[in-house]
């Protein structure tokens, strides 16, 4: 049934093709239907058991080398190695498991599954039904609040208007007309069709059902998600290349190590088992527990944000974002209509205007700007009414009238006494035909005054004279040009603009007619003046704009909204918006993919799109290779939420938004995602510092053994020893670093490139060169304490503090790898000072209890050796930020 376009086909021919009347359908057609069709249902995405939610955690190749290390470990009977590494995998898998769960419980938690009721005609009879059960074909009934079951196609109406905004993005409410459109209209344009999930803000409304469940424009906007592939997030990505390359080093090393043992002769069995023994030390087997802990810490600092991260790597994905692509509705602004300014007289914005977005309580009662207001807050059928159950109270009405009543209230009026006061006689309402409302009222003993409210043009035309400055002059043809001219500069940049006039009438007046308002003569309606509507922006988005374009992010507007009215938000958050800066939805669908992707980085907003233009700017960002985060609330944003880096919808917006998303911004706060995106560079940053940290050591110990080996000495340091320092010496500092506060430029760095590897050229050089160096220091002093007759559980000691030491001593410097340690606050993690200070004490405690060594065969060492010690602790630690300080002078230069 969907083929047909419905919008450009009159009602009769509707009827017709449906097999329908206005009576509605029969209980057998209706029977006959929904057994053809199915039930008015969107499709629902299964959600992960407990048990896949689980087996997720091991979707890491740094998992797979961890496992393949302990089943080794096990075939060669080295139980303790096994275990060890079994636990990193446990604790990883656990954290991710609990993380995850927990995310999709408070996922759970927000979202609200309402089964309601719609009022339809059948068989000539009203009736309210579940909406499920609705067919094509049947007669909706629509009234003020009524959730739209289905799309609709008007054939009767009265004052209709609807809210929009989760479907097309439009913030105004839309008027409704019953007539026949043009083939290529766009979504948002089709006045005649009501849509699934929308809501009726005013007037009643017949309409023949066009389209159910995944029939309906909700219903293929729920399909394009169900479609759209979830793509790997970048930290997923250079993780997996990352264990790759690990995994190929230690596995090329291992195998020269065992093919090099057995050329000098050596038992090859030996030879594979310390090949293996190499490897399983040079595996940070911490690394997966530290990324894990970073991420959780940071889903946790996150959360403290008011946003709620669903998935773990997602965290860090905004880190790396680059452009962010965000809805206008409710996501720049409040989603609500205000009042900002009224304009008297000739209307002229710099003269004429009154400023209303603060409470301003106007005593002088005969100002035009307060008799203006006055006329807003009695021609208007706009109420405050206490909640059910709460003592808080809330406007009821249309947003325009509920912004007119508000102004009144912030300029100090009473506006129920202004209404028994002013009390009214007759009404004339709205309608999109005569485009004003007009309400007769009482004014005093000689008069009753008609007071007006409409369209500028056609409130204009009604008036023949006009108040300045308390005084009535009559309207001539260079007044009304230049009031003409201004209300057009107020529409130019994005404002609704609403007149008012009104005129008096004799005391024997008690009626209200069309006539009375078009038909005055000589003597017509008094203009007043306008009020400027517009829905503002939330208070913090300008500032988030400024913060994200200061981190190298480039904001993009995407919305259903008209072009000038998103262009006067773009400028008014401080985005340098022209004309060719601007894509409208109609453009588009007149270029191919291919334009859309060389133009795209020179568009900064798009007008009046549908949800497959949101779909399509989100891949061209993404052909550039940047890494595209996408803001929004409604439905129409959803598919565009899911194919995105990451998706972040707002906390107040659909539920279907929220289950594309993978971020949940609680408070609908747009300056949540500054904060967010700040938190995931911190933990890029963190998970770079526990690389450098784990890999540096993990180096040392793989060059001492196969040093020894090559030049055919003793062992340095025997396998307790290793297991030892990989658990008490780094294990601990290592954890620390996952709670490192943000570096002071965290937000002045440009956004990481997509493609930009884990483990840059500085790192790489930083690990191996001047690892390799320093460790070569530390390797020279084994070969010379062996030579002057050392005994080897004495060099063993030595070489076991010194690694510990170094450790515990090095993680300071790799607190920053942008900054030089003298330029760092050192005590800014209490953790890592805890850590290395148990650290610290746990290797004096081995080596100063007589029973730890025995068992780790070490012996008491002398001044001189500790000297030397911490001679080789500074020796890499100068090494290291003599190399910092090379970089971080490049990159000033």
Known sequence: MNKFLWHNLSDKEVFELLKTNKNGLTSQEVAERL??????????????????VLLNQFKSPLIYILLVAAFISYILHEPIDMWVILAAVFINTIV????????EKSLAALKKYISFKSKILRDGVEMNINSTKI???DILLLEPGVRVPADARIFELNDLQLNEASLTGESMPVTKENKVLDKGVSLGDRINMVFMGTTVTRGRAKAIVTGVGV???LGEIAQLVKETKDEETPLQIKLGKFSQKLGLLVLAASLFLFVFGVALGEDVFDMFETAVAVAVAAIPEGLIVSVTIIL????QRILKKKALVRKLVAAET?????????????????????VTQVLTGYCNIKQDSLDVDEKKNMTDKVSDHFQLIKTGVICNNAIISSKEDSLEEELIGGPTEAALLKAGINAGLDYKKLRKENDRLAEIPFSTEIKYMATLNKKDSKNNIINLKGAPEKVLNFCTHIEINGEIKKITPEIKKTVLLNFDKLTSQGLRVLAAGYKLVEKEQKELEEKDISESGEKGFVFLGVFALKDPLRKEAKRTISLCKAAGIRPVIITGDHRLTVKAIAEEIGLDVKNENILEGTDMDK????????????????????????????????????????????????????????GVAVGSGTDVAKEAADIVLLNDNFKTIVDAVRQGRVIFDNIRKVIVYLLSDSFTEMILIVGSLIARLPMPITALQILYINIVDDGLPNIALTFEPAEKDVMKKKPRKKDEPILNSEMKFLIFLIGIVTDLVLFALFIYLLKIDYAIDHIRTIMFTALAFDSLLYVFSAKSLRQNIWHMNLFDNKFLLLAVAIGAGLQLFALYTPFMREAFDLVLLSGGEWLIIAGLALVKITAIEAAKYVFITKHLT
Not at 35 to 52: A, I, V
Not at 296 to 299: D, K, L, Q
Not at 318 to 338: A, H, N
Request: net charge positive; charged share 25%; glycine share 8%.
């Open 35 to 52: 057994k053809k069709y199915g039930l008015n249902k969107l499709p629902e995405e299964k959600r992960l058991s407990w048990f896949f």
């Open 96 to 103: 991710g498991f609990i993380q995850e769960s927990k995310a």
């Open 135 to 137: 067919v094509v074909g």
């Open 215 to 217: 029939k309906s424009q």
């Open 296 to 299: 959780t810490v940071g889903m």
């Open 318 to 338: 905004l880190g790396s974002t680059s452009v962010i692509c965000t809805d206008k509705t409710g996501t720049l602004t409040e989603g609500v209509m205000m």
């Open 591 to 646: 270029i191919s993919d291919e334009e859309l992707r060389k133009m795209v980085k020179n568009i900064t907003v798009y007008a009046r799109v549908s949800p497959k233009h949101k779909l399509r700017i989100v891949d061209a960002w993404q052909s550039h290779g940047e890494v595209v985060a996408m803001l929004g609330d409604g439905v129409n944003d959803a598919p565009a939420l899911k194919a995105s880096d990451i």
